[in-house]
């Protein structure tokens, strides 16, 4: 069965029939989003848990690792939320370096996984099933806050969640996550050679949606431009220290959705924020 396999048998379940391009709020994406994540967690987890890892701390597709580029620099003793866990893998790991995280997902059916493997590693990381917009940690309880391609493309709104994440950490800690490149946009989602050619406006903004039959969104996933994510730092408090575009890795075979050497080795595929709460 392959990942595109997994994803239909989803689609089955949530009765999507179509796509479409309109807005979405917050409680209809929410609402489409934890149905979608729960209902392709046991196919997420057995397509990319091997790759992931139990106790590996993976920034995106291309493999960057934690240990080899250290954005969140010496992590002992520091309280860290990953936001966005799934089975909780970079908790795992962070845990492992001596840091006391904390994982939280919207999807109970992927954070039955990160039970599971809590169990699996003997690594028993405290998880709780919440928004990225309604954090529900106390101000400035952590040291930092992480998210590799969790919650962030998938929330009506930047603004508020940078601004619950600068809220729940203490001043000067740091806030570093990973997303899709804003330039993949205007490309199909297709690993392949049909997969170079721009089909849609950068500057489109209209969430991309997936649909049942009376029309309710079963998945949605919005798009920003690099600026509209400079924009929410500097409204929100949140001070931009770099910007990783992680190159394709020499040798490196995977292809995962859209990721792929192909693609990989003309653009980028990943966007990787490091930033800060201003003291």
């Given at each position: ?32 989003n ?58 795992r790991?962070l845990?492992?370096?001596g ?14 996984h ?30 930092a ?85 400079v ?49």
């Amino acid at each position: 069965m392959t990942a595109q396999d997994r994803h239909l048998r989803a689609e089955e379940r949530l009765g999507t029939v179509g796509v479409a391009h309109r807005p979405v709020g917050k409680r209809e994406a929410t609402r489409a989003n934890l149905a979608w994540w729960d209902a392709d967690a046991d196919d997420y987890q057995a397509t990319h848990g091997d790759f992931l890892g139990d106790a590996e701390f993976v920034w995106c597709p291309e493999g960057l690792r934690e240990s080899e580029i250290g954005l969140l620099g010496d992590v002992r003793g520091a309280r860290i939320a990953e936001i966005g866990c799934g089975q909780a893998a970079c908790s795992r790991w962070l845990a492992s370096a001596g840091a006391y995280p904390v994982g939280l997902d919207l999807s109970g059916g992927m954070l039955r996984h990160a039970s599971n493997a809590n169990a699996r590693t003997g690594v028993d990381i405290p998880l709780i099933q919440a928004s990225a917009e309604d954090l529900p940690l106390a101000a400035g309880s952590v040291d930092a806050a992480c998210s590799a391609f969790g919650a962030i493309p998938f929330v009506s709104s930047l603004e508020t969640v940078f601004g619950e994440v600068r809220r729940v950490l203490r001043p000067g800690g740091a806030w570093i996550f990973a997303v899709t490149h804003p330039m993949r946009w205007i490309f199909s989602d297709d690993p392949g050679p049909n997969g170079l050619t721009a089909i849609q406006p950068y500057f489109d903004r209209t969430p991309y949606v997936e649909i049942d039959a009376s029309g309710e969104a079963t998945y949605v996933e919005y798009h920003r431009t690099l600026g509209d994510y400079v924009r929410a730092f500097a409204a929100t408090g949140l001070v931009l220290d770099d910007l990783i575009e992680p190159e394709w890795p020499e040798g490196h075979t995977r292809v995962w959705g859209q990721w792929s050497p192909l693609r990989g080795k003309l653009f980028p595929g990943t966007a990787i924020f490091v930033t800060h709460r201003e003291k």
